[in-house]
């Protein structure tokens, strides 16, 4: 098959999954429901499994597939295209790979519930946009899948629309991507007045010549990481991600851990010849890295809801992944995108077995001993918690040891900060296991006579993701561990430009194999501690979170209470705004009326003759209209000599 | 001559149905609006994409000069600026006469008559060649809408269309002004009469005070005629009294004929005066697209929610024209076609719900897409190209006027941009209102969509992705006309 071919059918295979189910939603029978949904991702990995050799047969040349002229103004056009590099690759293997898994366990999760068709149809639609997001060969392209898969989440956060609470976290969630996609927007018109192109090879091409920190390239930088907050929830823009848990399990795997919240880190290493070129942007995103990474680990310390603990997990790592490209570690970064889509659509995946095992309970208080009756739960959720904490052997800890080893070299106190977020990452991951799956029961006697194992649909896709968790760091071993660091080889050649732009900035004091090894050895000795140290609470101790209603501690009430962002945003932005929209509608509305009337009146009033026609019925003013109207058309048979006829 | 029966055509068959029976009204008006549509869709496929006037029909009307070409001509054409909004108005009317089958209105062959009245002059305000056959278009169009609006109304209908009247006779009024101003300075050299044709006013030399003067008078004219901020207080109240396919004809179409008359008139007849003032009706749309904005976030009432929302797009359309880019241009003429179909759609929406549930408040309604799968995905398909999402109508539209903003003034840029935030906090607040959470008393036992309504819906949705897919079917046929008017005015 030719790659244009390839190129056009990975995401529309998805989009008829979607049309399909979509449009046959409640007369498709619920055992072709899955198939169909199933069949369009499965479909389009074998496409990219194809276009893979073509990719490699091509000596990893750049693709272009372009389809038509989408939007063109004069000499500006905007293509819909496609750009196949080894970037795009990485991607779609991603969301092709980990969406057909996703949307297997979706069968065994979601077939009995009455939306299963709109499911399926909304997850395949979800892939589609996402798919165009990563497969755009320019920025325009990558906004509608950027918008599209915005639009997803909110339809899938909101799916079970009954429930207000679900809704309002929808709509949050769409409303502060928003926020972030204004600037996106924006960046995307300076990128078109400055360079007259929104292609990323003439946008990058043109962009080496630039001078460093020049302020047109720090605003298009600082305007596109504004879309990335949005989209890969950093602070200030991170509030949504937590909520959007009210979401199904597999959405949250899917849309909320592995794909969708990193496309934040796509667009960066996508215009890293941008980025490059703003070292102060990079500082910002940094700093602004650090802060979430940290804000949102100590917030999981005290968290009860089984997906609340994953949610704001997710969002700590989205900001170890920036912390990397703030020190321009874009292959650290996308290799931590990797794996940890696998290790968090498997935990997730594990936590929406064990919410389904549990009747739909999510506190882990009241959870516990699970690992008998959840075998295969247990152990893969187990592979997955060692994969993120970063124990050695397993992907995390390659991953985040990359970006901690940049950012050491960039800074020492980043580095320290960042091996603190992972101690607390480790702890609160094994509490969350050791809550969960060791210990007595203490649910329920009606949930305990319901405990049971997964089918295999679900249990399936947990297995792959615990093999992909525990040997993916395998595809790019440090040369220091006796490794080749494959990915950073294939990934090389997307910095060209970006090295040849600024070269200053990727000369960094290369780290002696002691130095690194020593580094290794405190960051995994730390998660290990951490993790021994839950083991000590939670295990030994048996100790069980305190119920919501028990005093705390003010700092750990500020915690438990998430620092009240969302109610200082209340306060700050929400109700400021519906405030002001009263008092335009009732005050505002009625003092323009006021004085545009009265400034009227007061020419009309300076007239007395007319005022008598003023006061009379509308149908005078019609009637004189029609009239006028009337002699106006009749005039064509009269010559009225002083106003210039003949 | 296809413009001249563009004009005909609606004429001819209001007066069939006048003289047709009670019953059969309604089907002779859609007959009627279709073979207009099907008029506008011939203009729309054979126009040739370039910037002359196609189509034209150009008769001697007053004070005829022997030359054949001053006076005041009875002559119009389509050229890339008019297409749009003429294929808006071919398409729009059938769709309103359509959506109201399911209702039935007293005195129904006056109803639909002054539908197609309606229809006759808004297509004449976007063919008219001559200054006064503008105007005269420009009056007629809201002898029809005024009866419309007052004899099928609401309660407050009188109060609420005397305001909407007085105000936009004061408009028009300012204009007419204006227009014989400008006709009485045409040279009469070379044929011993003025010229009130729009080509001639184009070439007219004024000075900066007189450029200033008739930028007031025609933007003040447009301005309410949109409505432009702080113009708009009679927008609302009339919107929302109106009977819902006059609204429809109000938001859909009527308010495109001040964004046309910006574009058609008040740019290139005035470019010194848009230099010296166009920052300041920048800035007032502009303010007008957040403040109604933030008052349609605290709308309950459907229908005067999307009045707000309409008045806040109206805004930017009139930004991106002040702009002066041609993307602002293009942006506004492709959102006027997008707007209509949307605004439309969504006045039909509200008008299906209230028929069904005798209520548009948003606090009593909720929970109805249980029963309603189709009428959940229009509106949800409808909604979107209201929020401007990717690969539908408002994308296009929104991109390229903010584009042109944002090229003009970065922080106007900005504050206009806030509309891609605001309008998805008001349009999904709608949505979740009134679909979505538990059914109540009202919403319980609600009907999804009749096969009539169906229709309707379903042609604007297909525009909704036809727009956002593959703009370029419409964007060609403007561009060449847009280029040469930025000719003109640089």
């Known amino acids: 098959m030719s790659t244009d071919l390839l190129c056009l059918l990975i995401p529309l295979l998805p989009l008829l999954g979607f049309l399909i189910n979509g449009l046959g939603f409640r007369k498709v029978p619920t055992s072709l429901v899955g198939i169909i949904g199933l069949a369009g991702p499965v479909l389009a990995f074998i496409c990219v499994f194809l276009l893979w050799g073509a990719f490699k047969a091509g000596d990893n040349a750049v693709i272009k597939s372009v389809l038509f002229d989408w939007i063109s103004v004069g000499d500006f056009h905007i293509n819909f295209s496609f750009q196949i590099d080894q970037l795009t690759m990485l991607m779609l293997g991603i969301v092709t790979g980990i969406g057909s898994l996703i949307h297997l366990y979706s069968i065994g999760y979601m077939h009995h519930d009455a939306g299963f068709g709109k499911f399926m149809a909304f997850l395949n639609l979800f892939l589609f946009f996402m798919l165009l997001l990563v497969l755009g060969s320019n920025f325009v392209i990558m906004f509608i899948g950027w918008e599209g898969v915005g639009l997803c989440s909110y339809l899938l956060i909101g799916f079970w629309n009954t429930n207000t609470s679900y809704n309002n976290a929808a709509r949050k969630a769409f409303v502060m991507n928003r926020i972030g996609d204004l600037g996106f927007l924006l960046g995307i018109f300076t990128i078109m007045a400055t360079f007259g192109s929104v292609e990323y090879t003439d946008v990058f091409t043109q962009a080496v010549g630039m001078e460093v920190n020049d302020k047109v390239i720090l605003t298009i930088t600082l305007l596109l990481f504004v879309g990335a907050m949005g989209k890969s929830a950093q602070i200030p823009l991170y509030t949504w991600l937590p909520d959007a848990m009210a979401g199904p399990t597999p959405v949250s795997a899917l849309i909320h851990a592995a794909t969708m919240v990193t496309a934040g880190i796509y667009m960066v290493v996508r215009a890293n010849v941008l980025f490059s070129l703003a070292p102060l942007t990079l500082d910002i995103i940094g700093g602004i890295a650090i802060a979430t990474a940290l804000l949102a680990a100590s917030i999981g310390l005290l968290q009860n809801d089984i997906k609340k603990v994953l949610a704001y997990s997710t969002v700590s790592q989205l900001g170890y992944m920036f912390m990397g490209l703030g020190a321009t570690a874009y292959t650290a970064s996308m290799f931590h995108v990797i794996t940890h889509a696998f290790f968090k659509a498997l935990l997730f995946l594990g936590a929406g077995s064990v919410i389904h095992a549990m009747s739909d309970e999510q506190d882990i208080r009241n959870m516990g001993g699970l690992r008998k009756s959840l075998p295969i739960t247990f152990w893969t959720f187990l592979i997955g918690t060692i994969a993120i904490a970063g124990i050695p052997p397993f992907a995390g800890f390659f991953s985040k040891d990359e970006i901690l080893a940049h950012v050491f070299e960039h800074s020492k106190v980043m580095w320290v900060l960042g091996v603190i977020g992972s101690a607390m990452t480790s702890f609160y991951m094994f509490r969350l296991l050791f809550l969960t799956f060791f210990g007595e029961f203490r649910g329920t006697s009606e949930q305990k006579h319901h405990l049971h194992e997964s089918p295999l649909s679900m249990t399936l896709p947990l297995m792959v993701l615990a093999v992909l968790s525990a040997l993916g760091g395998l595809m790019n071993v440090p040369e220091v561990l006796g490794g080749s660091a494959h990915l950073a080889e294939f990934m090389s050649p997307l910095f060209d430009e970006a090295r040849q732009a600024n070269p200053a900035i990727f000369e960094a004091n290369a780290l002696d194999h002691g130095t690194e090894m020593m580094l290794m050895g405190v960051s995994a000795g730390i998660a290990i501690l951490a993790a021994i140290g839950a083991y000590f609470m939670y295990v030994r101790n048996a100790a069980v979170p305190a119920p919501d209603s028990a005093e705390r501690s003010l700092p750990q009430q500020v915690v438990y209470g998430k620092y009240y962002i969302d109610e200082f945003y209340e306060s700050l932005i929400v109700r400021p705004v519906r405030a002001l929209g009263d008092a335009f509608y009732s005050l505002g509305e009625f003092a323009i009326d006021a004085v545009v009337g009265g400034v009227a009146f007061a020419v009309r009033g300076s007239s007395t003759a007319l005022r008598r026609v003023q006061s009379g019925s509308i149908s005078l003013y019609v009637l004189i209209m029609v009239l006028s109207i009337t002699l106006l058309v009749a005039l064509r048979f009269f010559t009225l000599p002083f106003i210039g006829g003949k | ?490």
């Not at chain 2, 113009?231 to 109106?242: A, G, I, L, N, R």
């Open chain 2, 1 to 490: 001559m296809l413009t001249l029966s563009l004009i005909l055509c609606p004429i001819v068959a209001a007066i069939a149905v006048l003289f047709s029976s009670r019953e059969t009204a309604r089907i002779t008006a859609l007959v009627g609006t279709l073979v207009e549509l099907a008029l506008a869709a011939h203009a729309f496929y054979y126009f040739t994409a370039n910037a002359d006037f196609q189509y034209g029909f150009d008769y001697a009307w007053l004070f005829n000069a022997t030359d054949g070409k001053s006076g005041i001509r009875f002559s119009g054409a389509i050229d890339g600026i008019s297409l749009l909004p003429v294929v808006l108005t071919g398409l729009v009317t059938p769709l309103i006469v359509l959506s109201t089958f399911k209702q039935t209105y007293d005195r129904a062959n006056s109803f639909y008559a002054l539908i197609l009245f309606m229809q006759s002059a808004l297509m004449g305000v976007f063919v008219a060649r001559d200054g006064f056959l503008f105007y005269l278009f420009f009056e007629a169009a809201l002898i029809p809408i005024y009866f419309l609006a007052a004899m099928w109304g609401g309660e407050n209908r009188v109060k609420v269309t005397f305001k909407f009247f007085v105000y936009t006779i004061f408009g028009s009024l300012l204009m007419l002004v204006a227009l014989v101003y400008l006709y009485a300075n045409t040279p009469t050299t070379t044929t011993g009469v003025h010229s009130a044709a729009i080509a001639d006013l184009y070439a007219l030399n004024l000075s900066q005070a007189q450029q200033g003067w008739i930028f007031w008078a025609f933007f003040i004219a447009f301005a309410i005629k949109m409505p432009v901020f702080p113009f708009h207080t009679w927008q609302p109240d009339t919107y929302v009294e109106s009977p819902t396919p006059a609204t429809m004809l109000l938001a859909g179409i009527m308010l495109k004929m001040g964004v046309y008359g910006l574009i058609r008139l008040l740019l290139p007849i005035v470019p010194a005066g848009v230099d010296r003032w166009g920052s300041l009706a920048i800035t007032l749309s502009i303010i007008g697209i957040v403040y109604g904005a933030i008052i349609a976030i605290r709308q309950r009432d459907m229908k005067r929610l999307i009045a707000y929302s309409s008045f806040s797009h109206v805004g930017l359309m009139a930004a991106g024209v002040f702009s002066r880019s041609e993307m602002g241009l293009q942006g506004s003429l492709i959102q006027m076609l997008a707007h209509g179909i949307n605004v439309v759609g969504l006045f039909f929406i509200a008008e299906l719900i209230l028929q069904r549930t005798g209520t548009r408040q948003l606090d009593q309604l909720g929970g109805i897409t249980r029963n309603t799968p189709k009428l959940t995905v229009y509106f949800m398909i409808i909604l979107l190209g209201s929020v401007a999402l990717p690969l539908t109508n408002g994308f296009v539209g929104e991109f390229l006027l903010l584009a042109g903003i944002y090229a003009y003034n970065h922080y106007l840029g900005l504050v206009a941009g806030l509309t891609i935030i605001f309008g998805a906090v008001y349009m999904l607040r709608m949505y979740q209102k009134s679909m979505f959470g538990t059914a109540n008393t009202r919403t319980e036992a609600i009907a999804d969509v009749s096969s009539s309504e169906s229709y309707t819906l379903l042609v604007l949705c297909v525009f909704v992705f036809w727009m956002g897919l593959y703009p370029a079917s419409f964007l060609k046929l403007t561009e060449p006309a847009v280029a040469n008017l930025l000719q003109y005015i640089k």
